[in-house]
Nanobody, 126 residues
Framework: QVRLVESGGGLVQAGGSLRLSCAVS????????MGWFRQGSGKEREFVAA????????FYADSVKDRFTISRDNAKNTVYLQMNRLKPEDTAVYYC???????????????????WGQGTQVTVSS
């Protein structure tokens, strides 16, 4: 059974940084595409970033480009989201997700991903 566990969320002031981690167990992590999504209060879940299985290909939402960096360590079965220059509008529950290695759906589509973590809260104060 594949399990994803996020950590690293918290309260930070605007302009600050946080690093989220997502530990994966129970599957072939090294062949899975990984994504980060977020959902603010009263909002729909939105795409944040994604990374291919080797780590050489990354994708970002325009709203986080140049501020957030996604990376992965296949030896540790972990994907990271480094968030810099945080803004109050980044406040949300952040979820990591894993696919099964291939999907015809785009990386920003939640339906692409087969496994999801429980989420970690990020709150950015102004």
């Amino acid at each position: 059974q594949v399990r994803l566990v996020e950590s690293g969320g918290g309260l930070v002031q605007a302009g600050g940084s946080l690093r989220l981690s997502c530990a994966v167990s129970g599957g072939t992590f090294s062949r899975a595409g990984m994504g980060w999504f977020r959902q603010g209060s009263g909002k729909e879940r939105e795409f944040v970033a994604a990374i291919g299985w080797s780590g050489s290909i990354t994708f970002y939402a325009d709203s986080v480009k140049d501020r957030f960096t996604i990376s992965r360590d296949n030896a540790k079965n972990t994907v990271y989201l480094q968030m810099n220059r945080l803004k109050p509008e980044d406040t949300a529950v952040y979820y990591c997700a894993a696919d099964k290695g291939y999907s015809p759906m785009g990386v920003a589509v939640p339906g692409r991903y087969d496994y999801w973590g429980q989420g970690t809260q990020v709150t950015v104060s102004s």
